[in-house]
Every structure is written in C-alpha cells, then in structure tokens.
C-alpha cells in the first residue's frame, strides 16, 4: 500500500479526533482501512505460504501446498 494513502488513512484519523468527518470523509476512511487490511492479509498470506516445515521423519512441507494458497481471498 503506498505511503500516501497511510499517510491518508493517519490524516482521518486526527481530523475525525478533532472535528469529525463528513460523510464522504467516513466513506472513504472506510474504504482506506479496508485495503489496508486486505494487503497487511495478503502479505501475511504470502509469507506463510512460503514456510517449509521439516517433519520428524526429515520430508520437508510447504504450508502453501498442505494448505492450499488463497491468493484471491478478500
């Protein structure tokens, strides 16, 4: 998520603890906080998609593969 849209997302946040927000203002907080969540998952997902797991008979598992990799979630 580019820093200009967290630095968006911080500049709501004080305006709606100062003084509130518009409608549109709340909207678009909304809308900001939830592709924020959707990428801090999708990153997340991304990463333990990619661990490996040694067992105790020493056969190595992707968590990715026993899984199943959900890129498309939302």
Known sequence: MADLKID?????YH???KEGLTEEEKKEQAEL?????N???ANL??????INIQ??????TNLGEKF???NSEK
């Open 68 to 70: 199943g990799q959900k």
């Open 55 to 60: 067992e105790k008979d020493g056969s190595i």
């Open 39 to 41: 990428a801090v998952k």
């Open 45 to 50: 997902r991304g990463q333990l998609n990619n």
């Open 33 to 37: 906080r939830r592709n924020y969540v």
């Open 8 to 12: 968006r997302i911080n500049e709501l």
């Open 15 to 17: 305006k709606s603890q």
